[in-house]
């Protein structure tokens, strides 16, 4: 059978079982826009390529399935990078499709030519450039086993306009061929047993361990896994910001979030531990602290899918690669026979220090004044209470985002999706957009800050046009605030262009205009009633703009470069 690339690579999408791709077309990939046509596959038109990436993104985070971006070249392609480089960040799935001027071109300049392979060769786990249509069906093929194998990843093929045009014999690749093809390709899975065995002894003679749960546990779907080991052992549990919902927050063995701004018994758990377990975790510089005095007493052992993990940043006592589900399962196994529960030494004492840490110094707050901005921690649990508990929250990044994080419960996993590792203003409202498609049967709040919210708010015209219903919380609290919260405490209270405006620009006018129905909420008593009105909405997006304290800081806080040791807690209020 003879088709165009343009058709094949269609195609070759519909054999993968894609179902829904964002895109935006443009002169070099317009070829491959016109089988879409005849296709079964959904496409959503974005406003800006950036928000085709990070709903790519958001579809991946609560599907697993990789999510698909298609774009033209040049500025479109380099609208790409930085969701690929958030999506390389996070371990997250991800096929972008880019196009490129003919191959006759290429290195001519000609009009909208990049090096787009050079551009995002250190953004991608994978990239390439088809230079036949015969290539692109086993190109396809390994782009998505490559993105979903090992640890996830993005992949960017890039195919110039005349492979789109011309044509080939069409064959589909099978998983053999694939795997043949790419000899140098093959993830570990499977931990040593030898180094399982020695992972089990370890736990079996802790004192004071704890499980320290990172993204890699929800990428690798062992959230049943983890819960097994943790209730077999009596260990506590730490979700990092990846992780969270991996575990649920309201399990008696669940410490919360550790790092920069977690809570204190988190932190401080790690900090006096003997023995922490780490599943999927990276030792990021935002949970260690500074590196020399974080965990001074405690061994290592690392699970990691990537051996480039193991040692990077922590010598392991034990090192096992592997898939985390897999080894978690066959560690449960060594636990168990090695008497299980009942084998464990008593922990009281250990349990007893956690339980101080944490009736000394829960999460707190000074609850609003009369006349003062809302407390943004007041609407995040306002929001908490009035969702369901299987609800998607998605978030910017900033003092919102640490927030949410801390104020939400989290209780089931693949529910919290958030830009961790690069950090991404803007990720909120295309990843809301994205985790919509993929899970059109939950209800799915982004909760944005007003700095990241005026990125990428334009894809609200997309969730109208598309029929999205996602709803948005602005905490609109006039500022960067997470800049304005280090100006302030290391900075002297010098405030250096953080200020944005409460009224500039004016967010229900501009939600309306994207075709939203918008409130404004400044009174703490319609936190609730307006919370419970957007819920009731589920025919057109919902936003959301509730003006905050603009002096508010998050609590706690280890500052950059400090040890753990150090951290900074809230001052002591009442009522709250």
């Not at 399935?65 to 380099?78: L, M, N, Q």
């Amino acid at each position: 059978m003879q088709l165009t690339g343009a058709q094949a690579l269609i195609k070759s999408l519909e054999m993968e079982g894609v179902e829904v791709a964002f895109g935006l077309p443009g002169g070099c990939i317009l070829p491959a826009y016109d089988p879409i046509l005849e296709s079964a596959l959904r496409h959503i038109l974005v406003r800006h390529e950036q928000g085709a990436g990070h709903m790519a993104e958001g579809y991946a985070h609560v599907t697993g399935r990789p999510g698909v971006c298609i774009v033209t070249s040049g500025p479109a392609a380099t609208n790409l990078v930085t969701p690929l480089m958030d999506a390389y960040m996070d371990s997250i799935p991800m096929v972008a499709i880019t196009g490129q001027v003919p191959t006759h071109a290429i290195g001519t300049d000609a009009f909208q030519e990049c090096d787009t392979l050079g551009i995002t060769r250190s953004v991608t786990k994978h990239n390439e450039l088809v230079m036949t249509a015969q290539d692109l069906p086993r190109v396809m093929r390994e782009a998505f086993h490559i993105a979903t194998t090992g640890r996830p990843g993005p992949v960017l093929v890039d195919v110039p306009k005349d492979v789109l045009t011309s044509l080939m014999d069409w064959h589909w690749p099978s998983e053999g061929d694939i795997v043949a093809g790419l000899p140098g390709y093959r993830p570990t899975t499977r931990g040593n047993g030898r180094m399982i065995k020695e992972a089990a002894r370890l736990i079996g003679e802790a004192r004071k361990p704890v499980l320290y749960v990172g993204g890699g546990v929800l990428k690798a779907r062992a959230a049943e896994a983890l819960r097994a080991l943790a209730e077999l052992t009596g260990i506590p549990v730490v979700t990092t910001l990846m992780a969270r919902g991996a575990f649920p927050d309201s399990h008696p063995q669940c410490l919360g979030m550790p790092g920069m701004h977690g809570n204190y018994t988190a932190v401080t758990s790690m900090q006096n531990s003997d023995l922490l377990i780490a599943l999927g975790a990276r030792f990021d510089d935002r949970v260690t602290g500074k590196v020399s005095g974080f965990a001074p007493d405690a061994k290592i052992i690392h699970v990691d899918v990537d051996p480039a993990e193991l040692g990077k940043v922590r010598r392991p006592d034990v090192p096992i690669v592997g898939d985390c589900r897999l080894v978690i399962e066959e560690l449960v196994q060594a636990v168990t026979a090695l008497g299980g529960l009942e084998a464990q030494p008593d922990r009281t004492a250990w349990w007893e220090q956690l339980r101080a840490w944490q009736e000394q110094q829960p999460l707190r707050y000074q609850p609003a004044e009369p006349g003062e901005g809302l407390k943004p921690q007041q609407v995040i649990e306002s929001l908490r209470d009035l969702t369901p508990e299987d609800t998607i929250v998605t978030s910017g990044v900033g003092q919102h985002q640490m927030f949410a994080s801390q104020y939400y419960r989290f209780e089931q996993p693949y529910t919290w999706v958030n830009s961790g590792g690069l950090g991404t203003m803007g990720f909120s409202v295309p990843a809301a957009i994205g985790a919509k498609v993929g899970r059109p049967d939950k209800m799915v709040w982004a909760v944005d800050g007003d700095g990241c919210f005026q990125m990428t708010a334009q894809e609200l015209v997309t969730a109208s046009s598309e029929r999205i219903p996602v709803k948005v919380a602005i905490l609109n609290n006039a500022y960067l605030g997470m800049v304005r919260q280090w100006q302030e405490m290391f900075y002297g209270e010098r405030y250096s262009e953080v200020y944005l405006s409460p009224d500039l620009p004016d967010y229900v006018k501009w939600a309306e205009a994207m075709g939203c129905v918008a409130f404004r909420v400044e009174d703490p008593s319609d936190i609730a009633p307006t919370i419970e009105k957007a819920n009731s909405i589920d025919d057109r997006p919902v936003v959301v703009e509730f003006r905050t304290d603009s002096s508010e800081k998050v609590f706690p806080m280890v500052a950059a470069g400090q040890s753990n040791d150090d951290i900074i807690v809230a001052p002591d209020v009442t009522g709250s």
